[in-house]
């Protein structure tokens, strides 16, 4: 996903704030490498000086970044509404919010049979999922989404729809996701499925710009 995230940002040395960046550092060693100033943000995250360890609602995040990505992690967040209003309110003139996520709702059972006919990572949340449906017993639809609800996830429907309310839209497209916990399945092999009507897409992204000043920004795609 990097090269899709990194064509919204403005041009470097702009300040970048990734949220739910994971223990692994998420975009920020891309980032500092491509010479942004860029803070990680996640209870997670590696120690380091670009890295803050807390859960991001309550982090202290700096003054005035020039964007804002969230890959993944806004769908884990018991209150999106707030979270995003400190996003919101954190971002300077113009500011950018790339926003990558899963929309788990449109995970319907073609997709998930489909998925059965590969080859899926033996340790992955797929893997999980998927036996855990079997040994229930239950359509595949009440078993997953008695899971998400169980587990609080946000649904995409509903992060877009707080995304829209603090953010003009730039961009709002889907693709693909099922990739990553299929071994031999490329993100072409998905998208290929997707593009026949086979399966759902379950990847969203979207990309906003903060209206408290739109006259201000000028970042190379907008």
């Given at each position: 996903?990097w090269?899709?995230?990194?064509?919204?940002?403005?041009a470097?040395?702009?300040?970048?704030?990734?949220?739910?960046?994971?223990?692994?550092?998420?975009?920020?060693?891309?980032?500092?490498a491509?010479?942004?100033?860029?803070?990680?943000?996640?209870?997670?995250?590696?120690?380091?000086?670009?890295y803050?360890?807390?859960?991001?609602?309550?982090?202290?995040?700096?003054?005035?970044?020039?964007?804002?990505?969230?890959?993944?992690?806004?769908?884990?967040?018991?209150?999106?509404?707030?979270?995003?209003?400190?996003?919101?309110?954190?971002?300077?003139?113009g500011?950018?919010?790339?926003?990558?996520?899963?929309?788990?709702?449109?995970?319907?059972?073609?997709?998930?049979?489909?998925?059965?006919q590969?080859?899926?990572?033996?340790?992955?949340?797929?893997?999980?999922?998927?036996?855990?449906?079997?040994?229930?017993?239950?359509?595949?639809?009440?078993?997953?989404r008695?899971?998400?609800?169980?587990?609080?996830?946000?649904?995409?429907?509903?992060?877009?729809?707080?995304?829209?309310?603090?953010?003009?839209?730039?961009?709002h497209r889907?693709?693909p996701?099922?990739?990553?916990e299929?071994?031999?399945?490329?993100?072409?092999?998905?998208?290929?499925?997707?593009?026949?009507?086979?399966?759902?897409?379950?990847?969203?992204?979207?990309?906003?710009?903060?209206t408290r000043d739109?006259h201000d920004?000028?970042?190379?795609?907008?």
């Amino acid at each position: 996903m990097w090269p899709s995230v990194r064509s919204w940002l403005p041009a470097p040395p702009a300040t970048v704030v990734e949220l739910g960046c994971g223990s692994l550092g998420g975009f920020v060693p891309a980032l500092t490498a491509d010479g942004y100033e860029a803070v990680g943000i996640d209870p997670a995250a590696p120690d380091g000086p670009e890295y803050r360890q807390a859960e991001f609602e309550r982090a202290e995040l700096p003054s005035r970044p020039d964007a804002v990505i969230a890959s993944l992690s806004l769908h884990h967040v018991a209150e999106p509404g707030a979270a995003l209003d400190k996003v919101a309110g954190a971002l300077g003139a113009g500011g950018i919010v790339v926003v990558v996520e899963w929309n788990w709702e449109a995970f319907d059972e073609r997709t998930a049979r489909w998925c059965l006919q590969r080859q899926v990572q033996p340790d992955g949340w797929m893997r999980r999922r998927l036996d855990a449906w079997a040994e229930s017993g239950e359509a595949w639809e009440p078993a997953f989404r008695g899971w998400a609800v169980e587990h609080g996830l946000n649904s995409a429907a509903t992060l877009v729809a707080e995304l829209d309310r603090r953010f003009e839209r730039v961009l709002h497209r889907t693709g693909p996701y099922m990739f990553a916990e299929l071994a031999g399945t490329s993100v072409s092999d998905e998208q290929r499925a997707i593009d026949a009507g086979e399966i759902q897409p379950m990847r969203i992204d979207y990309v906003g710009r903060s209206t408290r000043d739109t006259h201000d920004s000028d970042p190379a795609h907008l």
